[in-house]
């Protein structure tokens, strides 16, 4: 993902994430994932090892996403809405040794649901890393401390081919079935089918998707790359979905039938159109 870092000064301090209302530039991202970085490391996640990704959108959350593919490990994406047996089964199928960690549907319907799953899926509380706001504030850290650069301690450069990430399927009619996906393969895609967009790519863009979502996931990625403000939303809320769209004036959006069917039911909608 380096094509997100290449920056000339302007870009640096230009607004790359909005998430509930905060901003961060593309400088403070590399900023952030460096953070993470180290604390992933200090954890003692090493190269090839399977880091599970649970949690529901949010800056952190793409952030830890980042810094996982930047230590050299692989990132599970886990359903955040997934019931809690099935959590546990793709965290014990894909071997996770790893565990970052935000808010998801289960934690808030199970009680003890968090210590329940580290029991079920055989990961010690020392090997889980907190994604969550209250943990981890970017904005105060870099603004409190001296965030060194990251360097990887690899002696080979790393292999853009490798399996960086593992998105599963719906699993409408069996169990999910694990995807495993690289960095070239989304920088490909993004650079074969949304390079001759760039021109009339909007500045402002929202996910309304699940960033654990392929395509979720890779449209964040493609207008980051082209250095657009990209606006993440929870998805908790469909009325404030408009409102945030509206208020921002975002030009593009991507979502799914089930939300847009959403947004034309939610109440006095037409009260924020202008």
Known sequence: FEDIYK?????????????????????????????????????????????????????????????????GAVAVL???????????????????????YGKYVA???QENAFETL????????????????RHINFKEVMKNEDIPPYASPLSREEDSKRTSYIIFTTGTTAKP??????????????HLNFARLDSIFPQKFMCLLPLFHCFGLLVVNAYLAFKRTVYINSLSN???????????????????????????RAPLWWLHRS
Not at 118 to 133: N, Q
Request: with cysteine; charged share 25%.
């Open 238 to 264: 469909k009325l404030s979905i408009y409102k945030e769209f509206v208020r921002n004036k975002c030009g593009d959006y991507a979502s799914v039938s089930i939300i847009f069917d959403k947004l034309a």
């Open 7 to 71: 920056l000339n000064d302007e870009e640096s301090n230009k607004i790359a994430i909005n998430f509930k209302g905060v901003s961060y530039t593309f400088k403070e991202i590399e900023k952030s994932v460096d953070y993470y970085c180290h604390i992933l490391v200090s954890k003692g996640v090493k190269p090839n090892d399977h880091v599970a990704l649970l949690g529901m959108n949010c800056y952190n959350w793409l952030i830890a996403f980042f810094a996982i593919v930047k230590v």
């Open 78 to 100: 886990v359903n955040y809405m997934a019931r809690h047996e099935t959590i546990v089964d793709l965290i014990k199928d894909t071997d996770c040794k790893y565990l970052c």
């Open 177 to 190: 079935k694990a995807a495993c996906l690289s960095q070239f393969s989304m920088m490909n895609i993004i």
């Open 107 to 109: 934690l808030v319907k």
């Open 118 to 133: 580290l029991e079920e899926v055989d990961i010690p509380k020392e090997k889980t890393i907190s994604m969550r706001y």
